[in-house]
């Protein structure tokens, strides 16, 4: 399965009134959960390297409330599942700081998907009031990343 067609699974499965789905495909297996604890995805032979406690899971309903709560800013929010991480390499300096104006187009971060790099980037001229999550950290389908005022 590649990553467009994953990407438009969980799309459908988010509209869907399932609240479970498993799929197993030969080396891959991807099971997603609405409204409970995270579920463990797991792809092709499992990594020596120690991987970090996942992070409390956000859910579709959370998200939804998150952004109805928002007063004073907008969320841009994670367009997949992955690992979210501010800078393009450990040894160099994060994308964007809190106070920081980007403009529309401009990379904001990275999420690590299937070990493909996938480049976040603005929606529109803003100014980052609270990034939200942590580097390194697990994301999942849109989970709220930075919490932006336009400009």
Do not use: W
Request: glycine content about 6%.
């Amino acid at each position: 399965m590649d990553f467009k067609q994953i990407k438009e699974l969980i799309k459908i499965f988010d509209k869907s009134g399932l609240s479970r789905l498993k799929i197993k495909e030969e080396n891959f297996e991807i099971a997603m959960q609405k409204g409970g604890e995270a579920v463990p995805v797991q792809t092709e032979a499992v990594s020596s390297q120690p991987q970090a406690a996942p992070a409390p899971a956000i859910t579709s309903e959370n998200a939804g409330e998150q952004h109805a709560h928002s007063a004073k800013g907008e969320y841009i929010t994670s367009p997949m599942v992955g690992t979210f991480y501010r800078a393009p390499s450990p040894d160099s300096p994060p994308f964007v700081k809190v106070g920081d104006v980007v403009s529309k187009g401009q990379t904001i971060g990275i999420i690590e998907a299937m070990k493909i790099f996938n480049e976040i980037e603005a929606e529109f001229d803003c100014k980052i009031l609270d990034i939200l999550v942590e580097d390194g950290q697990p994301v999942e389908y849109d989970m709220p990343l930075f919490l932006v005022e336009r400009v």
